[in-house]
Structures are given as structure tokens and as C-alpha cells.
């Protein structure tokens, strides 16, 4: 009979939202090998999203930002002997970059899994995997699960999850009182890395301004980049009446979930706040227009409209027809 994993190793570098909705493969991956422990290979600045996961036992870094080609070469060559003296017996990847063909070939690792891609079919990457599992499902979380097809495993967790330590919530509770916030309040995300992925800020102003006058506080957040700041002081300053900017750029995403999770709704553009909602089991409206939401909607049945039918660049004349449909939308929810 052959061992069970006991040491396993999940690679996966991308963005924020893709860390989250890896974890499904983390969470039946640790249904079925319960006492396994379980690291994961990402980049650097996609750590803090995972950080608070009670499921991984270490997550590790690598530079994707800022750094030489020198200092990369220097971290990937530290990350293998790291990575070699864990002596996994199960590594998983779920990336297409060649660097990781080449860094688990490295690993003594009796059994070695990727996603089959089809434009990855030389033969140094084939060699560098056991096992090549076909992708399977219309949602990135379905075809993550899929890359554990060669295990035999049938008992899938496909919930995604967001952790947070207890602190960070105690922290947002203290700011959201310091800004006069009560427990009835709706997060909107407006920015995304990607500038395509946004929404008209003239239209957010009135979904704001809607949600406003029927007694819901609206918090605005975003990252800390000076035009994620600009989208939300435009935003602010086109409502009647200003909603909470005073966490705009200030939190980080283990306090962001706990922001997310307390409150009533979440609505967003494609990004990873919206998949934070999901994972925290907070409605979500989310408003896709250049990407594929049947692909990369936020993964939960609390989604309330996900769909280009409302959130592409609106034509002449149907402003104001979005804007209501995404105000009575939050409406059907609360």
C-alpha cells in the first residue's frame, strides 16, 4: 500500500484573486491527506491575502516585482535548496511559467503534478512533472480542481476561503467607529489592477447616493496607489452625500476580509475584494465587462448579478438604466 502524502507543496503565481480561488485545491487537499502539512509557493506580494490560512503550514516567496535579474536569480536559487531540504513527496502546480518546470525538477519529490497546457507540450516540461491532468470546468475554480484528477480523489471541498486573526477585525471595528460607521454598512471596491476592469466613477456616485438615502453608510476602499485614491475622491466628491473614504488604501487584505465580512454587501468590478467577499460568504454584486464572468465571477450562490448585461461601458442613453438596475439589485439582498 502506498504511503500517504505527508508533505505537500502547491504552486501557484499569479494575482491576489487567484490566491483565493486556489484554495479549494488547499482545502481538499487537506480533507483527504488530514495530516499532511501543506506550503505553498507564490509570489511575494500575493502573501498577505494567505497569510492567516490555518490550512498551510508556510508560504513562500518569490520576487515577481522591484527586484534585478540578479537578486531573482539569487531568491530562486535560495527558494530551491529551501525547498529541497522540505522533501515533499506531492507538489501540485497550477502555473505555466517555465521557471517552475525547471524549480521542480529540482525536487526529489516522488510524485509531481501540473496542469496539462496546451502551449506547454516541449519536452523538457513534460519531463518535469509525474503526471500531466487535463483541465476540466467553465469556472477557474473548477479547473483548478481538476489538477488532482491523478490522485483519484472524490471528495472535493470547492468552497473558497478567506482567514483573518481576530485583531483585524477588533482594528476595522475601532476605525469604523472612529468614522462613525454602525454594523449596517456596504463596502464598495470601485478600482482594479487592471484600468479596463472599471466602472464609470459618474455611476458609482449614484449608486452611492441610492444606497445613501435609504440609511445604508457606504464605506469606500481600494489600494494604496495614487490612482486608486483619485477613482475614489472623484467617486466621493460626485455624491450628494460623501460616503466613508477614511479606509480608502489603508487596509491590508487580512483586515480587508474582515471589513468585507462584517458587512451587509459587497459590490465591486472584477477584482480580488470580490472574490475576499465570496470566501467570506458576503453578498456580492460584481460587474464584469471586458473579462469572461462565467470564467472568473466571484465563486458563491450569495452573488446577486455577475454579467455583461449591466456592467459593459453602458451605450448613449443607458447610464442611468445601469445604475438603477445595480441599485435595485443591491436592494433584492438587504
Known amino acids: 500500500m502506498e504511503k500517504p502524502f505527508r508533505k505537500i507543496l502547491v504552486i501557484k503565481m499569479r494575482y491576489h484573486g487567484d490566491m483565493l480561488l486556489t484554495t479549494p485545491v488547499i482545502s481538499t487537499l487537506k480533507q483527504n491527506y488530514p495530516d499532511a502539512k501543506i506550503d505553498m509557493l ?3 506580494d500575493t502573501i498577505p491575502i494567505l497569510s492567516e490560512n490555518p490550512e498551510i503550514n508556510a508560504l513562500y ?12 536569480i539569487k531568491n530562486v536559487l535560495s527558494l530551491i535548496k529551501t525547498l529541497r531540504a522540505n522533501n515533499y513527496d ?6 505555466d511559467q517555465w521557471m517552475v518546470a525547471l524549480l521542480v525538477r529540482c525536487l526529489p519529490a516522488r510524485m509531481k503534478i501540473s496542469q496539462l497546457y496546451g502551449h506547454r507540450q516541449h519536452g523538457i516540461w513534460k519531463k518535469s512533472f509525474t503526471h500531466l491532468a487535463p483541465i476540466h470546468g467553465t469556472h477557474i475554480v473548477e479547473r483548478n480542481l481538476s489538477v488532482l484528477e491523478p490522485l483519484g480523489i472524490t471528495d472535493f471541498y470547492t468552497d473558497t476561503t478567506m482567514s483573518y486573526a481576530e485583531d483585524c477585525w477588533k482594528k476595522m471595528r475601532r476605525e469604523l467607529d472612529a468614522l462613525g460607521v454602525k454594523d449596517h454598512y456596504v463596502v464598495i471596491q470601485p478600482t482594479a489592477r487592471q484600468i479596463f476592469k472599471c466602472w464609470d466613477n459618474d455611476k458609482f456616485s449614484k449608486v452611492i447616493d441610492a444606497l445613501q438615502q435609504r440609511g445604508y453608510q457606504v464605506v469606500l476602499t481600494c489600494g494604496p496607489s495614487a490612482d486608486d485614491l483619485a477613482c475614489v475622491d472623484e467617486i466621493a466628491r460626485g455624491c450628494e452625500t460623501k460616503p466613508i473614504t477614511g479606509l480608502a488604501g489603508k487596509t491590508r487584505f487580512p483586515e480587508l476580509g474582515a471589513l468585507i465580512d462584517h458587512a451587509v454587501l459587497f459590490i465591486g468590478v472584477d477584482s480580488a475584494p470580490g472574490h475576499i467577499a465570496a470566501a467570506v460568504k458576503t453578498p456580492v454584486i460584481s460587474l464584469f465587462g471586458a473579462t469572461d464572468h462565467v470564467f472568473w465571477r466571484p465563486w458563491t450562490e450569495n452573488i446577486i448579478h455577475s454579467g455583461r448585461g449591466i456592467i459593459r461601458k453602458c451605450r448613449p442613453g443607458m447610464n442611468l438604466t445601469a445604475t438603477k438596475n445595480i441599485f435595485l439589485l443591491s436592494q433584492r439582498r438587504m
Do not use: C, H, P
Open 61 to 72: 516567496g518569490i520576487s515577481n516585482k522591484g527586484a534585478g535579474t540578479f537578486d531573482k
Open 42 to 44: 507564490l509570489y511575494q
Open 90 to 95: 506531492l507538489v501540485i502546480n497550477l502555473t
